[in-house]
């Protein structure tokens, strides 16, 4: 089996749960576009979900079949996404990041600023900011039909995710932004995010997937 790219979705319940789904959804079938096995999950600990509580989903990329897709908890990730920027502030956003791994928060705030609130932060390889709030004019998308498996009625980034897996698919290549743009409602927005990401990288460098913009 090769090597799995393992991926968390920090994010909030009900307010922002749909867009912390469309960044696990969005990442996992880009990736089977890109001709690559995936699959995207809930952290079913956190659910039932309650109003602004802090949830987590998962994704995961590989370049061969996964075996282990009933392992639902990853202890170990490579990429930490924050769709709800406040989450830095209160919860360890690095909680089983490998060593060299990536960090990409959503917010309007500069790298710098993010910094303050990673006490853990000698752990990363890079960290990647993006204002998908500014970029998609604050859109949040409400929708609970595509949970427990059930049929998307409104489709995969129409709000806060476009511009975040944009983001995504700039500083880490896990999937392609060409992919992508057939997956996404909102292209301009994910577009707008792959080109407007800010991206430092840190002195973790041995990290099997490199971080660069």
Known sequence: ?????EIIVWTRGVVMD?????????IAQAAILDG?????????EDLPDRVLVPVRKYARVSDEEIEHKYIYYPEVVDISIVV???LV????????????GLLLVNTKY???YIMKF???ADVLGGIATVDAEAITGGKRVVDFSGTEGGVDAVGIGVGLSAPILGALA?????????SLARVVQNVSAMERGYNEVNFQKLNKTHHALSWSI
């Open 1 to 5: 089996m090769g090597s799995i790219t």
């Open 18 to 26: 749909k867009e912390g789904r469309d960044v696990m959804n969005g």
């Open 36 to 44: 690559k096995f995936a699959d995207a999950f809930d952290d079913y």
């Open 84 to 86: 709800e920027p406040a």
């Open 89 to 100: 502030k209160g919860m360890n956003v690095l909680k089983g990041l490998r060593e060299g």
């Open 110 to 112: 500069p790298i710098e």
């Open 118 to 120: 990673i006490p853990n």
């Open 170 to 178: 700039r500083v880490s290549g896990i999937v392609k932004k060409e």
